[in-house]
Nanobody, 122 residues
Framework: QVQLVESGGGLVQAGGSLRLSCAAS????????MGWFRQAPGKEREFVAA????????YYADSVKGRFTISRDNAKNTVYLQMNSLKPEDTAVYYCAADSSSSSKVYEYDYWGQGTQVTVSS
């Protein structure tokens, strides 16, 4: 079992930055791949980024590549999403999730946080 709690969301102007954190409970955090997803009003939840259990491999959606960076600190049981050059279309609730392998598929993730709101004003 893994419990996930996101933080770091907020309101930011276009072009600004935010760093999201996802704190995990449980001693097996380092054995899980982690992902970030987002869901805008009226839209399906979509993949943003994923990182392997070791942190050695990262994956990004085309829409955020070059602007967002996913990282993890297994000693702190935390995964991060650094978001730069934010755009209004990045506005969504952002969720972190844990899985046995890095994936871009929502249905493959076993554990989810409650989400944190990110709002980017134009």
């Amino acid at each position: 079992q893994v419990q996930l709690v996101e933080s770091g969301g907020g309101l930011v102007q276009a072009g600004g930055s935010l760093r999201l954190s996802c704190a995990a409970s449980g001693r097996t955090f380092s054995s899980y791949a982690m992902g970030w997803f987002r869901q805008a009003p009226g839209k399906e939840r979509e993949f943003v980024a994923a990182i392997s259990w070791s942190g050695g491999n990262t994956y990004y959606a085309d829409s955020v590549k070059g602007r967002f960076t996913i990282s993890r600190d297994n000693a702190k049981n935390t995964v991060y999403l650094q978001m730069n050059s934010l755009k209004p279309e990045d506005t969504a609730v952002y969720y972190c999730a844990a899985d046995s392998s890095s994936s871009s598929k929502v249905y493959e993730y076993d554990y989810w946080g409650q989400g944190t709101q990110v709002t980017v004003s134009s």
